[in-house]
């Protein structure tokens, strides 16, 4: 019986092939044990992190620097497989051609990992997403300079919890808006004199101290005369849902321009968001494209900083 004829294998196919796919170079080459090999680790990698993600250990620093390292760990044998398939074709120059090095086989595996991938990111596997803050509206909680790791795709299979904080866009859909979810639907939603009032209810607030960070960076921004920071006005509340967390505002005035307001009735499928810096947020109490945000428009969910001008707020939980 005649054996087929030996045929070249190109050293950056079998690269752009495991870094396109673990192992997939491998096979290429038809080094079978090392493609299962490489594919099952990045594999086991990948549930690793996703499991961190679905059982909620993303919610501790810990959790977030395990995560950390299983992203590190899968980044690291996508590179290792890319090179160690390029090493091996200049090696082994010619093979013998088998049914699975064929290009359609190659192909095939290909596709069934994207399939994988798209599910993977559809149950939410694919969770961190980072944001940078630009501008004040969430003092005192997020500071101008601010740095965060966030959990992509968080709304995607349910709806926030009232004082929740989000990720979502508007109108042309490139500009991410960063809110505390205050209204949910069919919640009434008013302002009268600067108090927050839900269905009717006024929100509990009380007066609080000023956070230290927040504190050093208002002193910061003072030193750097920084024009669109007012740092001498204001005070800083603790709001109190009854049916939500506690959290900090900060008010410059009860009469502002948008501290009294009509009520909004919030539709279904639609929530009201508020920023926490009161007087300084561009939220629901006058966006453009009106006051409710479509729940398809929400997006990620905050959890920690991962940096900041503050070095003492690395790491911060974000509530």
Request: glycine share 10%; charged share 25%.
């Amino acid at each position: 019986m005649n054996q087929p004829d030996l045929v070249e294998r190109r050293p950056w196919v079998a690269g752009l092939l495991s870094l396109s796919f673990p192992g997939l170079g491998h096979l290429y080459l038809d080094k079978v044990k090392q493609a299962i090999a490489f594919a099952v680790i990045s594999e086991v990698s990948l549930i690793a992190y996703w499991l961190l993600i679905v059982n909620g250990l993303m919610e501790s620093l810990g959790g977030l620097i395990a995560a950390s390292g299983f992203l590190l760990v899968l980044v690291s044998i996508v590179i290792w497989a890319a090179v160690s398939a390029f090493r091996q074709a200049r090696i082994d120059i010619e093979i013998r051609p088998r049914w699975y090095t064929k290009w359609y086989a190659l192909l095939g595996v290909w596709l069934l990992g994207q399939a994988w991938g798209y599910w993977y990111e559809y149950m939410g596997g694919v969770t961190v997403a980072t944001y940078s803050i630009p501008a004040q509206s969430m003092h005192p909680n997020l500071l101008v300079g601010d740095y965060l790791v966030a959990e992509k795709n968080a709304f995607r299979s349910r709806l926030p919890k009232r004082g929740e904080i989000a990720v979502f866009k508007l109108g042309d859909g490139k500009t991410d808006y960063i809110k505390r979810v205050i209204g949910l639907p069919g919640d009434r939603v008013q302002l009268v004199d600067g108090r927050l009032r839900i269905n009717g209810k006024v929100v509990e607030r009380e007066k609080a101290d000023t956070p230290a960070d927040f504190d050093t960076w208002l002193g910061q921004q003072a030193q750097s005369g920084r024009p669109y920071v007012d740092t001498k006005s204001g005070g800083i509340y603790r709001e109190m849902l009854s049916d939500g967390p506690q959290y900090l505002v900060r008010e410059e005035t009860d009469q502002g321009h948008v501290d009294n307001t009509s009520e909004f009735k919030v539709p279904d499928v639609h929530f009201f968001v508020l920023g926490d810096n009161r007087d300084r947020s561009k939220d629901s109490r006058y966006f453009e494209d009106g006051p409710f945000v479509p729940v398809k428009n929400l997006r990620d969910r905050p959890i920690y900083l991962y940096w900041s001008e503050n070095l003492s707020r690395i790491g911060k939980s974000i509530r």
